[in-house]
Nanobody, 127 residues
């Protein structure tokens, strides 16, 4: 069992930055690949970024590539999402998720493949 708690969301102006954190409970955090997903009002949940359990491979949605950076600190049981050059269309609830399944993009970008979810943190970008 893994429990995930996100933090770091808030209100920011377009062009600004935020760093989201996802703290995980449990001693096996380092064996989980982690992903960030977001859901805006009236829209489906969408993949944002993911990182494999080793931290050696990262994936990004095209919409955030070059602006967002995912990282993890296994000693702190935490995964981060640094978000720069934020745009109003980045406004959403951001959730982190964990899985022990294959660390391929096809898997990690699929919400149904994730085993555990946090409740999310709201990110609002004003224009």
């Amino acid at each position: 069992q893994v429990q995930l708690v996100e933090s770091g969301g808030g209100l920011v102006q377009a062009g600004g930055s935020l760093r989201l954190s996802c703290a995980a409970s449990g001693r096996t955090f380092s064996s989980y690949s982690m992903g960030w997903f977001r859901q805006a009002p009236g829209k489906e949940r969408e993949f944002v970024s993911a990182i494999t359990w080793t931290g050696t491979t990262t994936y990004y949605a095209n919409s955030v590539k070059g602006r967002f950076t995912i990282s993890r600190d296994n000693a702190k049981n935490t995964v981060y999402l640094q978000m720069n050059s934020l745009k109003p269309e980045d406004t959403a609830v951001y959730c982190c998720a964990a899985t022990q399944k294959s660390g391929t993009l096809i898997t990690l970008a699929t919400p149904a493949a994730m085993d555990y979810w946090g409740r999310g943190t709201q990110v609002t970008v004003s224009s």
